[in-house]
């Protein structure tokens, strides 16, 4: 079986992998059924920051592979789905996989990291907000494929996946069934996520994430000129350059790492901390990133008047194969013939050939969709003293946030708009 990821700020995320074979059971693993609110759940903050620490890692991995290139992948989707995948794991395959994703295992039972993640998954289906946020889970399975009814239950229960049956034998009508399914769930953003099949595939595990929201202050279209992106200090590049003038919005110079956090919200549960590296700094700012660092962001900004704000406006998307990423953060075993993911269907004979990750990232006037909107034209009145222009005209990094459970949901480094 094949794992796919696929994600992005207006994205989806699909994981198909293959199996392995055990004595049909999960394990100790998970009670099926259990009150959301257990006590001795992994914290929504809990685990939060544990998701940070793999985004962290896992962009650090990124970056040695796509030097000066642009970065964008949602590290909530590839954590969540790589713990469904660990539903199914048992023995050395188990341990790696929730290891990797940052888990101490002799602190947190496995049974409160899948109630953790499925608390998550509520808190951010929630109804109602301004933001759209849509995730899910699905199984594609060969329908001669017999899946354990625990590893079903288990499933629906704790990640709310669904189980679809599909004939890999025939796979180009399987790939346009997974492909059009990646479609429909991401808006469209995310297309043609698989690009084959081979006739070795069992079952894809798809995991997708899509995002939408509307910039609590908007930028205003007619603001938005073409000027000078430097890619580095010889070579720039044409961008459409949104700008707002008199924006009050949370700010914080980071003296330590020489680099400005800018912070703007969302009309409702989230916001986009945008960090730009002074020139020269930009190495020393991704060495640093970390939970804590994130943290020390969060917790030293406060609002600003900022007298001039320039942001390019981008659509800019990416795709990775992690099967040759994911092992440098400690999860290899499923990827081997040693691989034991005996609880999905009680044999050994299932490994994980291929994790494919893809990630749309839109960032426009009326927030992460280019739409029809209504700015606010602000009108400098007087000459200032000392303004503030902070101008995201070189590389920069940007970090999409749900506010109610601090959940880091994209990542970004904006090497090159264009």
Same mark, same amino acid.
């Given at each position: 079986?094949?794992?796919?990821?696929?994600?992005?700020?207006?994205?989806?995320?699909?994981?198909?992998?293959?199996?392995?074979?055990?004595?049909?059971?999960?394990?100790?693993?998970?009670?099926?059924?259990?009150?959301?609110?257990?006590?001795?759940?992994?914290?929504?903050?809990?685990?939060?920051?544990?998701?940070?620490?793999?985004?962290?890692?896992?962009?650090?991995?990124?970056?040695?592979?796509?030097?000066?290139?642009?970065?964008?992948?949602?590290?909530?989707?590839?954590?969540?789905?790589?713990?469904?995948?660990?539903?199914?794991?048992?023995?050395?395959?188990?341990?790696?996989?929730?290891?990797?994703?940052?888990?101490?295992?002799?602190?947190?039972?496995?049974?409160?990291?899948?109630?953790?993640?499925?608390?998550?998954?509520?808190?951010?289906?929630?109804?109602?907000?301004?933001?759209?946020?849509?995730?899910?889970?699905?199984?594609?399975?060969?329908?001669?494929?017999?899946?354990?009814?625990?590893? @079903?239950?288990?499933?629906?229960?704790?990640?709310?996946?669904?189980?679809?049956?599909?004939?890999?034998?025939?796979?180009?009508?399987?790939?346009?069934?997974?492909?059009?399914?990646?479609?429909?769930?991401?808006?469209?953003?995310?297309?043609?996520?698989? $690009?084959?099949?081979?006739?070795?595939?069992?079952?894809?595990?798809?995991?997708?994430?899509?995002?939408?929201?509307?910039?609590?202050?908007?930028?205003?279209?007619?603001?938005?000129? @073409?000027?000078?992106?430097?890619?580095?200090?010889?070579?720039?590049?044409?961008?459409?350059?949104?700008?707002?003038?008199?924006?009050?919005?949370?700010?914080?110079?980071?003296?330590?790492?020489?680099?400005?956090?800018?912070?703007?919200?969302?009309?409702?549960?989230?916001?986009?901390?945008?960090?730009?590296?002074?020139?020269?700094?930009?190495?020393?700012?991704?060495?640093?990133?970390?939970?804590?660092?994130?943290?020390?962001?969060?917790?030293?900004?406060?609002?600003?008047?900022?007298?001039?704000?320039?942001?390019?406006?981008?659509?800019?998307?990416?795709?990775?194969?992690?099967?040759?990423?994911?092992?440098?953060?400690?999860?290899?075993?499923?990827?081997?013939?040693?691989?034991?993911? $005996?609880?999905?269907?009680?044999?050994?004979?299932?490994?994980?050939?291929?994790?494919?990750? @893809?990630?749309?990232?839109?960032?426009?006037?009326?927030?992460?969709?280019?739409?029809?909107?209504?700015?606010?034209?602000?009108?400098?009145?007087?000459?200032?003293?000392?303004?503030?222009?902070?101008?995201?005209?070189?590389?920069?990094?940007?970090?999409?946030?749900?506010?109610?459970?601090?959940?880091?949901?994209?990542?970004?480094?904006?090497?090159?708009?264009?």
């Amino acid at each position: 079986m094949t794992l796919f990821v696929t994600l992005g700020l207006l994205t989806a995320g699909i994981f198909p992998a293959v199996l392995c074979q055990q004595d049909g059971t999960l394990g100790s693993n998970t009670e099926v059924q259990g009150d959301q609110n257990n006590g001795t759940q992994v914290d929504s903050l809990t685990l939060a920051t544990i998701n940070t620490d793999f985004a962290f890692s896992l962009y650090k991995e990124l970056v040695l592979k796509n030097p000066d290139k642009n970065i964008v992948f949602s590290p909530f989707s590839i954590s969540f789905a790589l713990a469904f995948l660990s539903l199914g794991a048992s023995s050395n395959t188990l341990e790696e996989i929730l290891e990797g994703l940052k888990f101490n295992l002799t602190e947190t039972p496995e049974a409160d990291i899948h109630r953790g993640f499925g608390h998550l998954l509520h808190m951010l289906s929630q109804p109602g907000d301004q933001v759209q946020i849509s995730t899910g889970s699905a199984m594609f399975v060969e329908k001669n494929l017999q899946i354990l009814a625990e590893f @079903k239950e288990k499933a629906k229960a704790l990640y709310q996946a669904e189980a679809i049956t599909v004939n890999f034998q025939q796979p180009h009508e399987a790939k346009n069934l997974i492909n059009d399914y990646v479609s429909k769930h991401t808006q469209g953003k995310i297309k043609d996520l698989i $690009s084959d099949l081979d006739d070795q595939t069992l079952m894809v595990l798809v995991n997708y994430i899509y995002f939408k929201g509307k910039w609590d202050t908007l930028f205003d279209p007619q603001d938005t000129v @073409k000027s000078e992106f430097h890619l580095n200090k010889k070579r720039t590049v044409k961008v459409p350059m949104m700008s707002i003038e008199d924006l009050t919005t949370p700010y914080f110079w980071d003296e330590e790492l020489s680099c400005s956090v800018v912070e703007l919200k969302y009309t409702g549960n989230a916001s986009a901390l945008f960090i730009l590296p002074d020139e020269g700094s930009m190495q020393k700012v991704e060495a640093s990133l970390q939970p804590e660092t994130l943290r020390r962001w969060k917790d030293s900004l406060e609002p600003r008047m900022i007298d001039e704000l320039y942001l390019p406006k981008f659509s800019i998307s990416t795709d990775y194969s992690l099967e040759g990423i994911l092992p440098q953060l400690g999860i290899r075993e499923v990827f081997s013939t040693q691989a034991d993911l $005996s609880g999905i269907t009680g044999a050994k004979d299932l490994r994980v050939s291929q994790v494919v990750h @893809k990630a749309v990232l839109e960032v426009a006037e009326a927030g992460t969709e280019a739409a029809a909107a209504t700015g606010f034209k602000f009108v400098l009145l007087s000459q200032k003293v000392n303004p503030l222009i902070v101008s995201f005209s070189r590389p920069f990094f940007m970090i999409l946030l749900d506010t109610n459970t601090q959940s880091l949901l994209f990542l970004a480094k904006i090497t090159n708009p264009k």
